[in-house]
């Protein structure tokens, strides 16, 4: 597990290249950095991408055709590609109103889809004659600003977590770039727009949404501090968890059946799903402490802490976790997800920390990821 | 000097109401919610020996072994049944009374058995009343409350007051 602080602002969104030695994150302004990393724990900026009026929301870097796109408030989305050394920019019009919050491609990198304050999903992809990049619109029935996004594998079905607490499946067929696709779980006829699941029974904004390796499962974190897993089917069940943690922000899957989320609580925790029982089980903290030596207390700080907080504990008021703050996103680095080795947490206190799963297995007893 | 002479009737208009992407709740069947047995209770709570016409006393005859069981059964014949999906504020009101009636006739040391006794559900929904109770606070309810709130806190965490801050439909 090592952490690395790249700056004191929180770090709004980023995104890995395909070998993993560059990352692309934005430092809470206009602009995405894209940073290198150099031997040992050292990073060092090489890009500078200047085109955002506005902060920049979401970023997603495309492995196979290596392209950026970012997206941000100033209500556009830009398609980066490099050019020799320089990183170029197409504008791409997404007809929305208000900010756009999140962006991904899909896993064949023909398109993707941008989540915005204006209610809708934009889906985007390429025309060949016009070179330029078209936009459709996922519109019904999405009420409120879609916060999160995650693609199928078989490039069709999106998953959209938004503000008005559900959390939807939709069809983003584009019949001018792929053909039709074969039925899955989640249902068997897919016209563009067509709404294959809804949640019901959360009560808070959905602030991520992760489809499983396989596609045959979501599971999405909401602001009520719930984990919940749905399996597709004929009858789709939904299995929830209310955590006794504070609401998170962040979930991936990193088998078929275990999940890590974080969230505000600074650290990532890990949740077992059980398909045939239908439920899902806290795995445990997945943050190492550092072991830090037990100060014994004087008489006079004993009497203070009881005159001033009622309490004659002695717990200090330090996080323990590695982030300092609380992490926004979490990204796979190694694997994918039904096997992934590592993963990369960043969050609001500017930093990076990339967990080894192996090493967190063998250094924590009772954690079993299945 | 600087009297305005024009109409400003238009400041109080709430123009949220006529915003046609107001967000609206969707209207779950209201079920037959009535609150807790406002009768059941009171009779769980007072401390006399079993009476055989009492129905429900019968039901409950295996699990009240000894007089603190009638607190305990009490409790629980409280959370059940809350008016979270009416709108009528008097239920509410009644269920709100019932439940602070029956926070208050517990001892200080029978809190924590009493909220170790509850399932995560229920967790959540007493600190959905004791929150409740918070807000219009009585001569010493608030003491009272806080000490459940202390031990409702230990077994449901910050998850559940977030569940409470977040829910659309309160109790």
């Known amino acids: ?370 | 000097m600087a009297k305005n002479t024009l109409s400003s009737r238009f400041r109080k208009v709430d123009i949220d109401e006529y915003d046609e992407n107001k967000f609206v709740d969707e209207q779950e069947e209201a079920a037959e919610q009535q609150g807790p047995d406002e009768a059941e209770v009171d009779s769980l709570i007072r401390q006399y020996p079993l009476r055989e016409q009492d129905t429900l006393q019968k039901k409950k005859q295996q699990l009240i072994k000894s007089l603190n069981w009638d607190n305990m059964a009490a409790f629980h014949a409280a959370l059940r049944n809350p008016p979270i999906n009416t709108k009528n504020q008097a239920v509410k009101e009644r269920a709100q009374g019932i439940v602070l009636k029956v926070l208050t006739s517990f001892r200080s040391s029978e809190i924590e058995q009493a909220v170790k006794s509850l399932d995560k559900n229920s967790v959540d929904l007493l600190m959905k009343y004791i929150y409740k109770g918070f807000e219009k606070p009585s001569d010493n309810s608030s003491a009272i409350l806080l000490q459940w709130h202390e031990k409702a806190f230990a077994v449901g965490g910050l998850g559940s007051i977030v569940r409470v801050l977040t829910a659309r439909k309160t109790v």
């Not at chain 1, 067929?173 to 709404?195: H, N, Q, R």
Request: hydrophobic share 35%.
């Open chain 1, 1 to 370: 597990m090592s952490y690395y602080n790249f700056l004191l602002e929180p770090i709004s969104c980023h995104a890995w290249n395909k070998d993993r030695t560059q990352i692309a994150i934005c430092p809470n302004n206009h602009e995405v950095h894209i940073y290198k990393k150099e031997g040992g724990d050292k990073w060092s900026k090489i890009h500078e991408l200047k085109e955002h009026n506005g902060q920049v929301t979401g970023i997603d870097w495309a492995p196979e055709s290596n392209r950026i796109v970012t997206c941000g408030t100033d209500r556009n989305a830009y398609v980066w590609t490099l050019k020799g050394n320089v990183w170029r920019p197409t504008l791409v019009i997404l007809r929305i109103n208000r900010a756009a919050r999140c962006v991904k491609w899909s896993p064949k990198e023909n398109k993707f889809a941008v989540g915005s304050g204006s209610r809708l999903i934009s889906i985007c992809y390429f025309e060949q004659e016009n070179d330029w990049w078209v936009c459709k619109h996922i519109k019904k029935p999405i009420r409120s600003t879609v916060l999160s996004l995650d693609w199928h594998p078989n490039n069709v079905l999106l998953a959209a977590g938004s503000c008005d607490f559900k959390c939807r499946i939709f069809s983003a067929y584009i019949k001018e770039v792929e053909e039709k696709p074969s039925p899955t779980p989640w249902g068997s006829k897919m016209p563009f727009g067509e709404l294959m699941f809804e949640s019901s029974g959360t009560d808070g904004w959905v602030h991520s949404i992760c489809f499983s390796g396989s596609g045959g499962r979501v599971a999405w974190v909401s602001h009520d501090s719930t984990v919940a897993v749905a399996t597709g089917s004929k009858n789709t069940v939904i299995s929830s968890l209310r955590s006794e943690t504070l609401p998170l922000l962040g979930v991936t899957f990193i088998t078929e059946n275990s999940l890590v989320a974080a969230g505000h609580d600074c650290y990532p925790m890990l949740y077992v799903y059980d398909e045939g029982k239908g439920t899902i089980t806290f795995g445990g903290k997945l943050d190492i402490p550092k072991q830090n030596a037990q100060r014994g207390m004087t008489a006079r700080e004993r009497f203070q802490n009881l005159d001033k907080k009622a309490s004659s504990e002695t717990e200090k008021a330090t996080l323990e976790s590695v982030h300092k703050n609380s992490i926004s996103q979490i990204s796979i680095l190694e694997g994918d997800k039904s096997k992934c080795r590592k993963f990369c947490t960043t969050g609001m206190d500017g930093g990076m920390t990339i967990w080894d799963v192996k090493t967190l297995e063998s250094s924590m007893k009772d954690l079993k990821i299945i």
